[in-house]
């Protein structure tokens, strides 16, 4: 079992910044890709950005150019560095790692952007 622990999530205004970061319980390096999705209020969880084992990224539109994706393997992490955040930004992130045709998720972590 795989356990992914996200944090660095909060409140800020919109214009700030934000870095969230998730921890896995094993090494990332195995994983197809990671990736973290959000879910806002009465909003379907829809894919922010994706990581594949050779560090190609993927983004949704709406946070192109904004939004960074990396990863340290050596550290088991995944990062997510977002600017310019947006009010439209608020959402529960979530970790996601796929192996194969398993997804393992984390619990998520609040992100808050005020006008």
């Not at 910044?17 to 990332?28: D, E, G, N, V």
């Not at 806002?40 to 993927?58: C, D, F, H, M, Y």
């Not at 790692?97 to 998720?105: G, L, M, R, V």
């Amino acid at each position: 079992q795989v356990q992914l622990v996200e944090s660095g999530g909060g409140l800020v205004q919109a214009g700030g910044s934000l870095r969230l970061s998730c921890s896995a319980s094993r090494m990332i390096f195995n994983f197809n890709s990671m990736a973290w999705y959000r879910q806002a209020p009465g909003k379907q969880r829809e894919l922010v950005a994706s990581i594949t084992t050779g560090v190609n990224t993927k983004y949704a539109d709406s946070v192109k150019g904004r939004f960074t994706i990396s990863k340290d393997n050596a550290k088991n992490t995944v990062y997510l560095q977002m600017n310019s955040l947006k009010p439209e930004d608020t959402a529960v992130y979530y970790c996601n790692a796929k192996e194969i045709s398993t997804n393992y998720w984390g619990r998520g972590t609040q992100v808050t952007v005020s006008s």
